[in-house]
C-alpha cells in the first residue's frame, strides 16, 4: 500500500486557469468577498486537507503585456494574503493556513510578528511561503526602479529567515508564569533578545509575542535554484515544486532530499508537494471537455499576452495558424523553450498559449478519478512527491471536483485521511515541534 | 438635548491598568487569545459601539526600566493588530475594525494594500490609526540604533499618508465590469497609477485591490503637536485627544477643529474623541474601591518604573512617604510634571506613581453611572469632544461595567445609538464617502 500523502490547496485569484472568472460557475468578484473564500477553506477542511494557501505579488506585474491584455485578466484585483487568511483562522478549525510574504520588500520583525500572531489565532495553523520579488513591477511599488539582482535577493531572503527564527524563540515556552499571586508575569530567565547583527539586518528583539501553538509558523519555500534549493534544506518543512514530469520530479526530490543532511536534518523533515491543475471527468471526455471549455474563455488578446514576454507581438497572424519562426535571433534564443515545444507537439498560436494560460505553470492532468489518483500514485511510488499542492483551474467548483471525484479513490487506496491527527498543522504534516536554540542554555536572556 | 455620540473601544493588552492582568476574573493570557478578543468586540457590538482599536508599538519597550520591573507587567505579550482584527471581522458584522500601524518603519504600499483588503473583508468597517515610532526599542528591531528625529518622521508621515491616501484611489468604484460575454474584466480608463515621486517614497502603483465598500477606509489620529494637527486636519476622519481636563480639552477640539478649514474641510467632517478610563459602581464608594482594588495590584517594583524615566531610581524611599526634592538639576527639570502634580494635590510615591499606572495617560473618572455620564454630556456641551474613546481598566470586566451601568443613563438622556445607522463604520460615524482624486478626470488612467 502507498504511503499517506498530504494535500494543499492553492486558492489565489478565482483559480490557476486565465479563463477561470468567465466559467458560467464563477463569481468574477470572489477574489474580493470574505464570503468566496470561507466557503473554499471550509470545503477543504471538511474533506481534511492539510492546508489552504495564497501565493502572492505585491503589486500589478504589467510588464509585457500588450494594450488590451490586462483589462481582460482577473489577475489584477484581489485581496492581501495575511489578512485574508487571518480572517479565515477564526471560522475554521483544523486547516493550515499558508501565506505568501516576500523577503525582498519586507522587515524580518513585522514577518515574525505577523506569522506569530496568525500562529496564535489558529491555534497553531499558520505557514509562511518564503519568496523573493523578482519583477519590476513591484519594486516600482517600493521605492525601486527595477528589481534586486539575484544573488542580493537570495542572500537577503537567507539572512531574512534566519532572523524570522530567531525571533519566534524570543520566549520560551513556558516563559509566561503569570503569578497573581506574586505579581510576576513571566519569568525573565525565558525571554531571549536576539541581537542580530548582519550584512542585511539589525534586529535587537524580543519579539512582543509569545512563544507560538506549534514551536515555529511551517516554513515554505518554492526553491527550485540552486540558492533556492539551500534556503529550503536548511529551513523549509514544505516545498511547493514545479515538475512538469515524473523523471524531472524524481530528481529534484532526490537532490533536494540529499541536500537536507547538509545541514543536520533528516529526509522525513521536509514534505515535497508539486504542484498540479487538475481537470476531472466521470469519462476521459467528460475531462478534456472541461479543459476545452476553459481554454475557450481565454480571449486571443490575453492569450497573446502570455507570449509576449518572449515571442514579441503575435497578432498579426492566424491563432489558429502555425506557430511562426522569429526572424530576429534575440528573440529565437529567449524563445527557445517555447518553439521547441510548439514544434515537437505541433502546436498552433492559440494551442501554444493555452500551455500557460491553463496552469501557469503547474503541471496539468486531465482525465477520470481512476486516471488522476493512478498519476499521484506513481509520484509518489516513484519517489517523486510526498503529497501536491492543489491548484483548480477554477473556484470553487475545481476543487469540488477533486473533492467529490478524486478524494473517494485516494482514501480507497488508504492514500488519505479520513480525520485530522491533531489540532496543529505541523502535527497533520506529521512535522516535529522544533526546540528552541535557547533549550538548555541560560545566555541571551532579558535581565 | 445633547447630540448623539461616538463612542470607540481600545482593548489592548489586558486594559489600561498595569494591575489589570491580577485581577481576580481576568485571564493574564488573554492578549494571546482569539477568543478574549472575541469576547470583547461581540459584547461591543451587541451594545452598538462604533468601533473597536487597537494601540501598538513595534516592540517591546524595554527602555528606562529598572531590574525586575519588566517581568511583572502584561504590556509585554501580545498579539499583532492587523492580524487579530481581520479575524475578528470574520466574525462580527457592524462594529468599526481599527488598527494602528506606524509609518516609522513600513511602506506605504503594504499599509494601503492590507487596509483595503481589511475593508473588503469587514464589508467596510477597516480604519487606520496613523502614528510615528518614537522609542529606541522599536528603532532597534528596524536596523536603527536610535529613534528617528521628531521633523524626519513627521515629514515621512504626512508624505506616507498621501501615498496611501491617493493608492486608494487606484480603482474607481465602477472599474469592474465583469463582462464574461466580451471578456473585459475591467475598465483601463477607471484603473490609475499613481506615479508618487517624493522626498522619501517612490511608488508607482495601481493598488491590486480594488477600491473598498468605504471608499477608503477611516483615517484615525491622536496628533496632539503642531505637526500632528496638521496631518489630522488635512486628513483625519477620527482623532483620538488625551486631554486631562475639560477647558484643555476644549481648547484642543476648537484648535483642531478651527484647522480643518485650511483644507477645505467643514469641522463635521472630523470627529474628536478624548480617551477615558472609567471606574464605575453602583455608589461612588463602589467605584472607588474598584479603583484601590486595582492600585493595590500594581507592585512597587513596577509602579516605581513608571516614574524612573524622569526621576531616577526611587527604590530606596518609602513608597508610603512623600515624593522626594531630586538634587540633580537635571533631574529637577526633566521631572517638573511630576514633582508639581505630587506636590499641588500633595501625593506618596505611591500615590504618583499610580497616577500613571492607572490608565497611562487617559483621563480617569471615578463614579455612577450619573457622574460618568454627567461627566461625558458636560465635556459634549462645553465643545470638548464629539464621543469619547473608552479605555477600560481592565478586559472584559470594564467593558462590561460601562455597558451595563452607564450606557442605559446614556440612551436615557438620547445621547446614543440604539440601533447602527447602516453597515459601515463611515455610516455608523456619520461621515460621507471621499470622491476619488480621478473623479470626473480621464488623467492617470491605465493604457
Redesign the interface.
Known sequence: MTRQIKLGLSMRYLGYHAGA??H?EVD??GA???SHF?RIARTAEAAKLDMVFLAD????R?KDEP?GA?????Q?????P???L??????TSHIGLVATASTT???P??IA??W???D??SGGRAGWNIVTSWSD?EA?????DEHLDYATRYERAAEFVEVVKGLWDS?DEDA?V?D?QT??????AK?HALNHVGKH??????L???RTPQGRPILVQAGASDQGIDIAAESADVVYSVSQDMEQGRAYYAKLKGRLARHGRSPDELLIMPGITHFIGATRQEAQDKYEKLNA?V?PI?GLSYLYGQMGDLSGYDVDGPVPEPNNPQVRSIAKGLLELAHRENLTIRQLYTTIAAGFGTRLVIGTPQDVVDDMEAWVEAGAADGFNLCPPYLPGGMDDFIQLALPELRRRGMFRTEYEGKTLRESLGLRKPRSRYEGKNSGA??
Do not use: Q
Not at 70 to 74: D, E, G, P, T
Not at 76 to 80: F, N, R, S, V
Not at 86 to 91: E, F, I, K, M
Not at 201 to 206: A, T, Y
Open positions: 472568472w468567465r458560467p468574477p468578484e474580493s468577498k470574505l470561507v505579488g505585491i503589486g500589478i504589467t494594450p490586462l483589462c481582460r485578466s482577473a489584477t484585483a484581489e485581496m492581501e495575511l489578512t485574508l487571518s480572517a479565515l483562522s477564526a471560522v520588500y519586507n522587515e520583525f513585522h510578528r505577523k506569530a500572531s496568525l496564535h489565532l513591477a516600482r511599488n517600493f521605492n525601486r520566549w509566561l503569570n497573581k505579581g510576576i508575569f513571566f519569568d525573565p525571554l539586518f539589525k534586529v535587537k528583539g524580543p512582543s509575542v509569545k474563455l480571449d490575453l532579558i535581565k
